[in-house]
């Protein structure tokens, strides 16, 4: 009886440090610093905090994501449910801060622009045309897709 007593303390002490140590990794790369975030948009943030993390710890960069309406931006730009959403390079110190919207019940959409080529074998030539993807993200997409246009021009290498 002792022993089994014994072996379920141990896994549960072990299952306790995993989770802090979980915990520790995840507020390491990303810190949401605003509980009362407008909306739904804190508690889809948290339990989105593991993914993003992932992604930070991969690139080296670490996000910090502020309520916008009490650290308004330096541009005075209107911050009304909106995130200040700021990814700081941990090699260089670069950081780029943006705006995000935090409505959590909107669609956001995207458009993008790319070119593609044709090849025509008959005649050995290649015709670009302009590709056009519209897409519909939901509140957690609009942030990845921000955070991943931060991280990209954070991480940047600069040519002189």
Known sequence: MKIQRLINSIQSNNVKRKILQNEERIN??????????????????????????????????????????KCPPPDNTPADNKLNVIVTDLLTGNAKAKLVDADTGRVYTKVAEKPIIIPILSDCTDIVRQSIRNTEDTFLRNLYRNIEELTKEVTAKQTK
């Open 28 to 69: 390491r790369y990303v810190k949401i610093h605003d509980v009362t975030t407008p909306g739904d948009s804190f508690n889809q943030m948290y339990t989105a905090r593991s993914v993003i993390a992932n992604y930070a710890e991969k690139k080296g960069v670490s996000i910090n994501i502020y309520d916008a309406g």
